[in-house]
């Protein structure tokens, strides 16, 4: 019971994350969405473990903390948060990087994992203009 119990106080932990994180349209109100695309790896004969994608749209949490998909891993993870804080600063539609998983925990080495991603940014289009642009008269 006590693992169970331990899951529970993880998923809660997470989820007060979640929320901390805030909403993705009052963070980053410029950002009209968020695709994720990531190619995952292990340390094995056959490195690539999966291909992952995400989305985020303006009402998701922004948390960007993607976790690793060895089991076992315990405090790893990637976070992209810092990544795609700069990039939404610096308005950039597609980046592309690397990053492997810090996460340590027993006989987990550490390069047992590493995620390939490419992050897709949409922004939104708000422009004043809006109000210029009147219906024309019939
Ligand atoms: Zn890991």
Redesign the pocket.
């Known amino acids: 019971m006590a693992s169970k119990q331990n899951y529970v106080k993880k998923m809660e932990a997470k989820n007060q994350l979640k929320t901390d994180a805030g909403i993705i349209a009052d963070r980053f109100p410029t950002v009209a969405g968020i695709v994720i695309n990531m190619t995952y790896y292990h340390n094995a004969e056959n490195p690539i473990l999966m291909h992952r994608t995400v989305n985020f749209f303006p009402e998701s949490h922004a948390f960007f903390n993607l976790e690793?998909m060895?089991k076992g891993?315990e405090e790893?993870?990637f976070n992209l948060k810092r990544i795609i804080s700069k990039q939404i600063k610096d308005k950039k539609k597609v980046i592309r990087g690397e990053m492997s998983?810090k996460?340590k925990s027993g006989d987990?080495r550490a390069n047992?994992?590493s995620i390939d991603y490419e992050i897709n940014i949409s922004y939104s289009k708000k422009t004043k203009k809006k109000a210029a642009k009147k219906t024309k008269k019939k």
């Open positions: 690793c060895i891993c790893g993870g998983c996460g987990l047992h994992s």
